[in-house]
């Protein structure tokens, strides 16, 4: 009687075949082999199953972009897990975090004089009102921005009048009135 023994690893999910039978758990058996002459052997088998492998990774990303994960697109936060078949070796079970960056925002009110102009993106506006811009950011996330624009009132303004200078007149005596011309005032403002 001769004595042998061997360990055998599989994957999970894999089944070994093993002195007649298959086998997907860990264990030990014993297989005896007939000698087609002398001393049959006993061969005792070892069977490991091996735990699969696992991780975990975290992908951030913006508002507005995706994510492309075993063929489908993801645009929200969420946990995808996905079975990625190994080359060499068992499969890996790989679980993804998926989190939307939250949406960077600034807002902020422009006041100017009536008259005046204010440019915001390339583009020139004259009238009260809100302009929403996506500023582009370099790194990160882009910027959703809010102006609000107001016309300053009243105008914070220096206003300068000059008045014609004062006009003497003599009215003849009995007489009601007299009609009088003056030059036009002149004003002006730094608004």
């Known amino acids: 009687l001769a004595f042998g023994a061997d360990t055998i690893s599989f994957c999970s999910g894999d089944t070994v075949f093993v002195a007649g039978n298959f086998y997907s758990e860990s264990a030990v058996v014993l297989d005896t082999l007939a000698a087609g002459s002398g001393c049959d052997s006993i061969v005792k088998h070892t069977l490991i199953r091996l735990p699969l492998p696992t991780r975990i990774e ?3 990303f913006c508002p507005g972009e995706s994510v492309l994960l075993g063929g489908v697109t993801y645009t ?3 946990v995808v897990t996905l079975t990625i078949p190994g080359i060499i070796g068992c499969d890996t079970v790989v679980t993804y975090k998926l989190d939307v960056l939250p949406q960077p925002t600034r807002t902020e009110t422009i006041k100017f004089c009536p008259g005046d102009s204010v440019t915001l993106g390339g583009t020139v506006y004259t009238q009260p009102g809100v ?5 582009a950011a370099a790194t990160g996330c ?3 921005a809010t102006y609000t624009l107001e016309f300053l009132t009243p105008a914070p303004s220096t206003v ?3 008045c014609p200078n004062s006009i ?3 009215v003849p005596s009995g007489a009601s009135g007299a009609v009088v011309t003056f030059a036009a005032a002149t004003a002006t403002s730094d608004c």
């Open 168 to 170: 003497s007149m003599n």
């Open 160 to 162: 300068s009048i000059v």
């Open 76 to 78: 929200q936060d969420t």
């Open 58 to 60: 975290s992908i951030s």
């Open 142 to 144: 882009d910027t959703i």
């Open 131 to 135: 302009v929403v811009l996506t500023l």
